[in-house]
């Protein structure tokens, strides 16, 4: 990124910026995906507009989580420094700035009760980040639908929206997976969804059954474990822990009460079993039929009130119709490494939904591109790949001493948050050429590196195989490659004697005829 | 392609899950994750540890070592369970040569899956079998 870039001159975030009419890119949505991505945009001088049907900016933490506390947690008293890179690491919550008085904006928001902070807090901060960095949204525009035009101009995609018609070479899609969803189960109707539960006290006394096992169903019962008299939450998977899986895959820590609430026999059944209908009874209770996962056989379970915690999916609206391939059941869109549809060219992804760029998911632990703390970095890197593909603006490139090259990777493992956040999903990159030296490439996605060939080069990651983290290094040489991964450390600090041996072994193959890189 | 009755509806009738009963399917659509690749995309990547376990519901997929190209895999086929088995990184790219959606399953979930399932296991033994005695045929002609 050219940090030295100034600003475009966009309109201010106060008044409707962005009226109807042409732009080179056009951005969707008003979360902190779309938020990252336009910052980033005016970072470098790239033309944009941002629209949303919101009324301001946050996205989905203007509504959820329903009980009002977030997942995702910002230390203010981090080690480092909280203008500082290194701090991003225990900081999940702010958006990236170039400048340094506007990084770690969420600490402010922090009240000291927690370091979740609560949905309120997150929506400030996050309005503060789009106020202070100069963010602007045209809000309560509502884009509507989608067409695809040959101009002599060149393609453009045409956004048709409640304010008119938006056109642009590269739509920015930030629109979350926010649309509720529920499976056509028999009776479903008789379920409130969980965008649509009431205040915890509507539910006191009440026998409340929870279809679905992810955090959303967790989340309710542990909020309503005060509340309600009775909670059954089914699915037909056994519930794993984030703990058990050791990635943001399984229920989180937080939730864990219902758990031991089951464990212990106080009011809390978790069962593994399909819902197979819902039907009213005449005493206005509901009966929930189920089928058990582990014998097939049939089961009710009688509940006041019936909630499908079933999920959200991508509200793409017209875009499947124009050719965008769509995966699973949030119905994500399928996205090359570089979060561009990867069946219509041209149409871009940010934010949460840039999940649908799935990376290589080793030892089947996935990215962290569904939450703030890891599609921060797949916005900036998008932008800086859309500046280079189709602006002409080239990324900065700084020389590495070949000497320092050793002790630059290794400082990148230990404290990189790209590396950290997005295990084996993005890495740090440096190449070696004859003609130019080591050049630092930056922060690039791991299948790029791996994929898209080219001269000799080392990427370092951070990966999970599920029971230790450490750090993982690509050699790519004479265009073959090779994966070197280290031991991982207690403290995870790999920049002990062990670690520059190791690593500097093999750098030496790569670095023959240049200063030595071991120890 | 999406939910978990969709995802069983396009395995039932595969060589490696016929013998399940509908919420063996079911529970099958609900451990796995759907995926998809592009055309020229590597699903795997030879010497490349953490691989999973993959069933193709649709699409096809070259099986190329060190360049060469080795075998078509297409709907129904499965790759990847080599390499998990073993522990070892896969001896082959997977390259996908159309469009290609697959189910996977990450490599540490196979073990207690394949115990889950033993007639899955069994298919999948019953799989390993033939191209195993394929390979022997094709080696036997080759002398």
Known sequence: MASGSPPSAQPASSGHPYPPGEYPIVIVGSGPGALQASYFLSRLGIEHAVISGDAGAGGMFRKWPFFQRLLSWTKPYAPPERDSREFERWDWNSLLALEPEWRGIATEFMDGTSDFPSRPLMQANLEAFAERTGVAVRYGCRWESTRHEDTPDGERFVLVTSDGEYRCRFPIFAVGVAEPYSPATPGIELAVHYADTRDAETYAGKRLFIIGKQNSGFELATGLLQWASRISLSSPSPAKTSIETRSLVGVRARYVQPFEDSILGGGVDILSASTKGIRKLESGAFEVQLERSDNAMPMTVEADEVIAATGFVCPLRDLPALGVATFGQSKLPAQTEFWESASVPGIYFAGTITQGSAGLKKHGIPSNSGALHGYRYNARVLVRELARRHFGIQPERPTIDVGDLRDHLLAEATRAPELWHQKAYLASVVSLDPDEGVRDEGILPLTHFLDAGGGDAVAMTIESDGASIYPVVYVRRGGRQEEHALDPDPLHDFEGLPYRRALGQILDRLTAGAASTAA | ?143
């Open chain 2, 1 to 143: 392609m999406a939910t978990r009755d969709e995802i069983a509806d396009a395995i039932a009738g595969m060589a490696i899950f016929v013998d399940l009963a509908r919420p063996q399917l079911i529970g099958v659509a609900s451990r796995f994750e759907e995926a998809f690749f592009p055309k020229d995309a590597r699903v795997l990547r030879q010497g490349l540890t953490g691989s999973g376990f993959y069933v193709i519901l649709d699409g096809e997929a070259d099986v190329v070592a060190d360049g060469q190209k080795l075998a078509t895999l297409a709907r129904g086929d499965f790759f990847g369970e080599v390499s998990v088995l073993l522990g070892e990184p896969p001896t082959a790219d997977i390259v996908a040569t159309r469009p290609m959606r697959c189910i996977v399953l990450g490599g540490p979930d196979v073990e207690g899956f394949l115990v889950d399932h033993p007639r899955v296991m069994f298919r999948m033994l019953q799989a390993s079998a033939r191209r195993l005695r394929n390979a022997n045929r094709r080696l036997t002609a080759s002398q």
